[in-house]
């Protein structure tokens, strides 16, 4: 059954001379691999995301869980909050372990993902406009593709965006991204969830939307 090895392993991803914490997730014959770019004030230890690639080992898919600020930028964020919103930054790092992931040997063939979160789905989509080769699908849960700015024109890779049905600002703000993009785009509406998807049900939601597009988008043809 897939996902019932998983390798586990904390990893050092180096990126512009920057050491970046991550934890790869690599189950028995990985159909995929998803690259988790955290957002607003949130990290690779964030309960949500862990569950979420928790499921995708189940599914078959490996994952790896990155921090884009070093610790003492993450320290430094909490108080400034200024970071977090340096989408140019953020995505030159997540552009950077996507290379990094490409030159292994146990994920660098497997078809990639980006799952970012908050300001880390700008992010994603920013990375897989500048990568529209490496970069399958972005999904998006709950989070700001408004932020990607010029670069929603450029990417080509599907992508589905994930939001709250009580979360009404971001909901406003994905729509309005998604009118800007030429990309296939699928927004879904998980009733009743606010930002976080904490309501009963929510985040399992998020966990069946996100992979059933993986399974639709990854695997490699047979």
Do not use: C
Request: glycine letters at 10%.
């Amino acid at each position: 059954m897939a996902g019932d090895v998983v390798v586990e392993s904390a990893e050092r991803v180096v990126v512009g001379g920057l050491e970046l914490a991550g934890d790869l997730g690599l189950p028995a014959d990985a159909r995929g691999v998803v690259v988790f770019a955290h957002g607003s004030g949130s990290s690779r230890h964030s309960p949500r995301n862990r569950q979420v690639a928790a499921a995708f080992h189940r599914a078959g898919y490996a994952s790896l869980l990155l921090d884009l600020l070093t610790a003492e930028e993450a320290e430094t964020d909490q108080q400034t909050r200024r970071l977090r919103f340096d989408i140019a930054m953020l995505a030159g790092r997540l552009t950077g372990a996507v290379g990094w992931l490409a030159s292994r040997s146990d994920t660098g063939q497997l078809p990639l993902a980006i799952f970012g979160a908050s300001t880390g789905a700008a992010a994603a989509l920013v990375t897989a406009a500048d990568r529209p080769k490496r970069v399958r699908l972005v999904i998006s849960r709950g989070g700001r593709p408004d932020l990607a700015g010029p670069a929603l024109t450029r990417v080509v890779a599907p992508t589905l965006l994930i939001v709250g049905g009580a979360d009404q600002e971001v909901l406003g703000l994905n729509r309005a991204a998604a009118a800007r993009m030429g990309a296939e785009v699928e927004l879904q509406i998980v009733a009743g969830a606010t930002h976080l998807f904490p309501e009963p049900g929510a985040l399992e939601a998020v966990i069946d939307l996100a992979t059933a597009a993986l399974d639709r988008y990854l695997p490699l043809p047979r």
